[in-house]
Nanobody, 123 residues
Framework: QVQLVESGGGLVQTGGSLRLSCAAS????????MGWFRRAPGKEREFVGV???????TCSDSVNGRFTISRDNALNTVYLQMNSLKPEDTAVYYC?????????????????WGKGTLVTVSS
């Protein structure tokens, strides 16, 4: 089993930045894809970004150019650097880990989920 704990959420003004972290425990996730989803109030869960074991990344069009995903395999941790934040980025952000990179792109079949961290962007 893998446990995921997110941190770094909070309240920020439009145009500001936040960095989310997600630490995995229970086993090494070096060979797994790690990434992020989000769920805004009243909306369905949305893919944000994913990074594979070798550092290959994919981000959604809505955050591309503003958000950067990275990982530290030695720390079993994935990061989401969020810049130029907008009110529409307000959501609960969930960390996820899965054996298949493509599961993130399809949006289902994810092996492990964190409990989420709230990001609120004020206008």
């Amino acid at each position: 089993q893998v446990q995921l704990v997110e941190s770094g959420g909070g309240l920020v003004q439009t145009g500001g930045s936040l960095r989310l972290s997600c630490a995995a425990s229970g086993r090494t996730v070096r060979d797994y894809a790690m990434g992020w989803f989000r769920r805004a109030p009243g909306k369905e869960r949305e893919f944000v970004g994913v990074i594979n074991w070798a550092g290959r990344t994919t981000c959604s069009d809505s955050v591309n150019g503003r958000f950067t995903i990275s990982r530290d395999n030695a720390l079993n941790t994935v990061y989401l650097q969020m810049n130029s934040l907008k009110p529409e980025d307000t959501a609960v952000y969930y960390c996820a880990v899965d054996a298949l990179y493509t599961d993130f792109l399809r949006g289902y079949g994810i092996d492990y989920w964190g409990k989420g961290t709230l990001v609120t962007v004020s206008s």
